[in-house]
């Protein structure tokens, strides 16, 4: 639905990025010396999201 209404019928990394955190954080739980360092979910998410290539379709770039 995110990109529907952003006016795409298809989804982009973007799409991903912005909604990795109001979608999935509640779903992680850190481990206590995680969240004895500062952890918060939404900065787990946030650096998965950074830090992850994104993949490309088999084929793409070759001529």
Known sequence: MWALSNGRPYVIPEDMKELAG???AHRLLLA???QMRGSTADG???QAMETVAVPQPVGAGSD
């Open 32 to 34: 206590p010396d995680a």
């Open 44 to 46: 787990v998410l946030r």
């Open 22 to 24: 109001p979608v999935l």
